[in-house]
């Protein structure tokens, strides 16, 4: 069987090890100019665009893209942001039945992470460790379904100006952060949403917030993604609180590209970590 992972580009990913792997880029559009998520972003150039603080929106992969992404993979395992959010997983949707009917001996399982960026991560290394160990289609599947109810995502924002401009949340919720020093620490929700969970003083209190949230979500110890937007300094105090309670934690750092940075802005935090048991109990 000849297995390729595939993901649209809100996973932050544009290449792996060992396991063939293709992303659909979504799209930034700054004014009259569109910036494609992909591997010859600028984003110094985005940011630059961005902050000139005229009308800016993303669009998510077409069909097409989808199909371009799958390339002619026997059996294809496809991680998409949330559909709660974004139009990308009804086109990746669209895609399959289309490659199905084209290639009625090859499969596409269409997996909706009802998150983003670190979350999406994590399936995706977990879709390639299935994959190296040699398991079969459906042992798989099985397997990514258990893990999907054993990962989360929190993250800490300084503005939700791009999120409320797009819909993606309301322009109440938005406000909250044009109080100086405020962040907001929320969650992906069960639907696939942006949820509030805290309004924090400053960045330390919001840190070590989430690190409370990880505990009574019953993280002990497992993986940890975090993805910032131009804040090493916070992803790594945040990761030294997590390595501090858990010492065998294990903590990556990367950060944000196109889409994730574009909604997370400038300071933005993203953590996705996964659980023993199921995490939403
Ligand atoms: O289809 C499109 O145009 C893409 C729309 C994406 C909208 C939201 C992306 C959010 C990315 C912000 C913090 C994490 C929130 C996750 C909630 C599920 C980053």
Redesign the pocket.
């Known amino acids: 069987m000849r297995y390729k992972i595939v993901s649209d580009s809100?996973s932050n990913i544009h290449t792996i090890e060992q396991v063939p792997f293709s992303y659909a880029p979504?799209h930034i559009i700054v004014g009259d100019r569109d910036f494609p998520d992909d591997d010859r972003l600028d984003l110094a150039r985005m940011e630059e665009e961005l902050s000139r603080g005229g009308k800016s929106g993303?669009?998510?992969p077409g069909t097409g893209d989808w199909l371009d992404a799958f390339g002619d993979a026997e059996s294809i395992f496809c991680v998409t942001?949330?559909s709660?959010?974004?139009?990308?997983c009804a086109a990746a949707r669209a895609a399959k039945a289309e490659y199905e009917e084209q290639y009625p001996l090859r499969h596409v399982h269409v997996i909706d992470s009802l998150?983003?960026?670190p979350e999406m991560a994590l399936l995706i290394e977990k879709l390639q460790e299935l994959i190296c160990t040699g398991a079969s289609e459906n042992e798989i599947l099985d397997s990514i379904r258990e893990y999907t109810c054993r990962t989360r995502?929190l993250?800490c924002?300084k503005s939700l100006r791009n999120?409320a401009n797009n819909g993606?949340v309301s322009p109440s919720a938005a406000k909250i952060c044009e109080i100086l020093g405020i962040r907001v620490v929320g969650q992906?929700s069960t639907q696939?949403?942006?949820e509030i969970l805290n309004k924090c003083h400053g960045e330390a209190g919001a840190l070590s917030r989430m690190v409370k949230i990880m505990n009574g979500a019953g993280f002990s110890g497992g993986k940890v993604r975090l993805m910032h937007n131009s804040n090493e300094n916070a992803a790594e105090k945040l990761a030294g609180l997590i390595r501090g309670t858990w010492e065998n934690a294990d903590v990556r750092i990367s950060p944000t590209l196109g889409?994730?940075g574009y909604?997370?802005e400038n300071g933005g935090i993203?953590l996705g970590f996964d659980t023993p048991g199921s995490s939403r109990l």
């Open positions: 809100a979504l993303t669009a998510c942001i949330t709660g959010l974004s139009g990308s998150s983003a960026g995502l993250f924002l999120l993606r992906a696939g949403t942006l889409l994730c909604y997370a993203m």
